[in-house]
C-alpha cells in the first residue's frame, strides 16, 4: 500500500497536537504517560515532535485517556489552530 504525501497544513496539524500533548504531559515522564497509555516511548516521542502526524484513533485515545484529556478538548484545540486561532492551553 503506498501512502500519499501529507500536506503541509497536515504537518502542521501533527505538529500543533504534538505540542498539545507534550503541554498536557507537563512534568510527568514521557516513559511514565507512554506506559500508562499502553504505546511505546518511542510512539509518543514521534507524536510529540510531528514526525509521526496522523497517529491511529486507538493511540490518540489511549493517550488523551493517560493524561485525562477529552478528545473533544483536543479535536476542537486541533481544530482552532487549523482555523488560525492560535495557541490554545491545554490543561490536565
Known sequence: ???VPLSPQERQRGEHFGALL???RGDRSMVDVAATAGVSAETLRKIETGRAPTPAFFTVAALAHALHLSLDDL???CAEEEAGGGEQAMSA
Open 75 to 77: 479535536a476542537t484545540a
Open 1 to 3: 500500500m503506498v501512502r
Open 22 to 24: 507534550r503541554q498536557a
